[in-house]
């Protein structure tokens, strides 16, 4: 499977500007200080992701013009323009993810992964939720708890909330900052491109969805240090952040044949 630029649900970067080193990312930008200079950087957002390797693929006319595109722009335009922005293209699609929506009472929950023999579910006001997904002799499915402490090691969460083990931590009800800032992301994205913009979502903060950002580009370092059967992360998005980071120095053919085996 290919881990799919979020970004590319968010904007298209301008191939005239160089993106931030990930190494740059240890501390808030000065949003009043621009690195776009000298022709119009608008950004667009796509209708379709694409793998690492089109990166800078064109948009088509209908893309470039959708009314969600602009929408999600002004909704993310501070963290698409921000130095966290190379982490963000590492993040996978919205579309990798499963939405629970609720039409009667216009709400949607974001799937966050399995916990025994239940899936663990976050909602846009901040908590947590874990649903029975098959019968016990202690519990029937379809009985709903209320996740009120960090999971233990059998939670197993979906990318990127899986990746770093701090945000994990912080999948509990109420939310960490960071992890709900990055849950509401998602929702935003999934609600305006499925056209179900009767959900209303509270927007993100911005210096929540930074730190998440921090905490995934933390989680990808010591993924780096680690022996390759002990990673959580896909070979391709670490060999793309390594090449992010180090310029012109790829992960090795060995790491990445044996991460896929």
């Known amino acids: 499977?290919?881990?799919?630029?979020?970004?590319?649900?968010?904007?298209?970067?301008?191939?005239?500007?160089?993106?931030?080193?990930?190494?740059?990312?240890?501390?808030?930008?000065?949003?009043?200080?621009?690195?776009?200079v000298g022709v119009d950087r608008t950004k667009h957002l796509l209708l379709s992701n694409y793998p690492y390797s089109h990166r800078q693929s064109k948009l088509t006319m209908a893309e470039s013009t959708s009314l969600a595109s602009w929408k999600l722009h002004n909704r993310f335009v501070d963290i698409v323009r921000s130095d966290a922005s190379p982490i963000l293209d590492l993040t996978p699609s919205y579309n990798t993810l499963e939405f629970d929506h609720n039409a009667t009472e216009n709400t949607v929950a974001l799937r966050m992964g399995e916990y025994g023999d239940s899936e663990i579910l976050a909602h846009s006001n901040g908590a947590v939720s874990k649903r029975v997904v098959r019968d016990s002799k202690i519990r029937k499915a379809g009985t709903v708890l209320e996740v009120n402490r960090p999971m233990s090691g059998q939670f197993k969460a979906v990318a990127p909330f899986g990746w770093s083990e701090t945000m994990q931590q912080g999948i509990t009800t109420p939310m960490s900052a960071p992890a709900h800032a990055l849950v509401l992301m998602y929702m935003h994205i999934w609600v305006l491109k499925t056209n179900k913009e009767v959900v209303d979502l509270p927007i993100p903060r911005y210096q929540s969805l930074y730190d998440a950002l921090v905490l995934i580009r933390n989680a990808l370092d010591m993924e780096l240090v680690l022996p390759v059967g002990q990673r959580k992360v896909p070979a391709e998005v670490l060999a793309a952040y390594r090449n992010g980071v180090v310029d012109d120095q790829s992960v090795e053919k060995e790491d990445v044949e044996k991460n896929n085996t």
């Open 1 to 36: 499977m290919y881990y799919l630029y979020t970004s590319r649900d968010l904007e298209l970067r301008c191939c005239l500007v160089a993106p931030t080193p990930p190494s740059r990312l240890n501390k808030v930008p000065n949003k009043s200080s621009s690195f776009w």
